[in-house]
């Protein structure tokens, strides 16, 4: 699919933005373009996901991380091992420009959901990609039991209308467990532990 965020397609249009966000009183600087998750401004969804998960320490996975601003703030916030991937080669490159600009050491990789992962992690967190297809974000939550520790957490951030209910379903298959963490207006954030 050429042109969407979880492409490996590089859009031809380029239109840099530059925003900056707040998290617990501290400023962040984060740069975006076309072809990228959530243009220009912090993602809702992606704001509430971080609102609502608890201190972490150890690794990080950002999954689907987009130009990194959740891993980003996170591992910065808690002092965490960071590992951002993405499919979509821009995403790439602006986390690592992103990483850089807010002081925060990322190990960045291209992979295709978990094709290219390797090792294990404390904590995954995926705001998953709700256009690629339930085939596409179940692949995630399968990659996410298998590469995170015994005790490891996955949290993700899913909306009613996007199916929150079918995403619960599934990771009580796979994880044996869902807790909902946050629930307002039809936005739900969900965590299963390892």
């Given at each position: 699919?050429?042109?969407?965020?979880?492409?490996?397609?590089?859009?031809?249009?380029?239109?840099?933005?530059?925003?900056?966000?707040?998290?617990?009183?501290?400023?962040?600087?984060?740069?975006?373009?076309?072809?990228?998750?959530?243009?220009?401004?912090?993602?809702?969804?992606?704001?509430?996901?971080?609102?609502?998960?608890?201190?972490?320490?150890?690794?990080?996975?950002?999954?689907?991380?987009?130009?990194?601003?959740?891993?980003?703030?996170?591992?910065?916030?808690?002092?965490?091992?960071?590992?951002?991937?993405?499919?979509?080669?821009?995403?790439?490159?602006?986390?690592?420009?992103?990483?850089?600009?807010?002081?925060?050491?990322?190990?960045?990789?291209?992979?295709?959901?978990?094709?290219?992962?390797?090792?294990?992690?404390?904590?995954?967190?995926?705001?998953?990609?709700?256009?690629?297809?339930?085939?596409?974000?179940?692949?995630?939550?399968?990659?996410?039991?298998?590469?995170?520790?015994?005790?490891?957490?996955l949290y993700i951030v899913i909306l009613k209308k996007h199916g929150a209910e079918s995403s619960i379903k599934y990771l009580n298959k796979?994880?044996?467990?869902?807790?909902?963490?946050?629930?307002?207006?039809?936005?739900?954030?969900?965590?299963?532990?390892?």
């Amino acid at each position: 699919m050429k042109g969407h965020y979880f492409s490996r397609e590089e859009p031809e249009q380029s239109d840099p933005q530059i925003f900056s966000y707040v998290f617990n009183e501290n400023r962040y600087i984060f740069s975006t373009d076309t072809g990228v998750f959530s243009v220009g401004k912090m993602d809702s969804a992606t704001d509430t996901l971080m609102k609502n998960i608890p201190p972490l320490s150890g690794s990080l996975l950002d999954m689907g991380c987009g130009y990194g601003a959740m891993g980003i703030i996170l591992a910065k916030e808690y002092n965490l091992t960071l590992y951002q991937a993405d499919i979509n080669p821009r995403a790439l490159r602006l986390t690592a420009e992103n990483a850089a600009k807010n002081g925060v050491m990322s190990n960045i990789a291209a992979s295709d959901c978990f094709k290219q992962i390797q090792g294990f992690f404390d904590t995954v967190v995926i705001n998953p990609p709700i256009h690629a297809g339930k085939n596409v974000i179940f692949e995630m939550y399968e990659g996410a039991y298998k590469h995170l520790h015994l005790g490891g957490s996955l949290y993700i951030v899913i909306l009613k209308k996007h199916g929150a209910e079918s995403s619960i379903k599934y990771l009580n298959k796979i994880f044996g467990n869902c807790h909902v963490q946050y629930k307002k207006r039809g936005c739900y954030v969900l965590k299963s532990i390892r």
